[in-house]
């Protein structure tokens, strides 16, 4: 069964960096799923980040992320990688890896998740 792990989360001052990573275990993945990552802050809904496709390319990303946030998959691995820059307070959550078999943002498609890794930005 496939089983995705997050890491890399942590506390940073604004404007700071952090690279996110997500690895994945135990299952195979077809060529053509798509690995997301979403994030959700305390009281609000969960919302979608960035993706690209598992075989790589086609990186599509929030426009509150946009310029700042790069979504990568080495070729021939398991692990995909969201580095962020120029964090802000607002990028503070809980951010989640995911794979789903459609190209969408709608979280509620995805049907295998990672437990999370909390970033927090404040100075």
């Known amino acids: 069964q496939l089983q995705l792990v997050e890491s890399g989360g942590g506390s940073v001052q604004p404007g700071g960096s952090l690279r996110l990573t997500c690895s994945a275990s135990g299952g195979r993945l077809l060529s053509s799923s798509i690995q997301a990552w979403f994030r959700q802050a305390p009281g609000k809904e969960r919302e979608f980040v960035a993706l690209?496709?598992?075989?790589?390319?086609?990186?599509l990303y929030a426009d509150s992320v946009k310029g700042r946030f790069t979504i990568s998959k080495p070729n021939g691995g398991n692990t995909v990688y969201l580095q962020m820059n120029s964090l802000k307070a607002e990028d503070t959550a809980v951010y989640y890896c995911?794979?789903?078999?459609?190209?969408?943002?709608?979280?509620?498609?995805?049907?295998?998740w990672g437990p999370g890794t909390q970033v927090t930005v404040a100075s």
């Open positions: 995911a794979v789903g078999p459609q190209y969408e943002t709608n979280h509620r498609l995805y049907k295998v």
């Open positions: 690209i496709r598992w075989r790589g390319g086609s990186e």
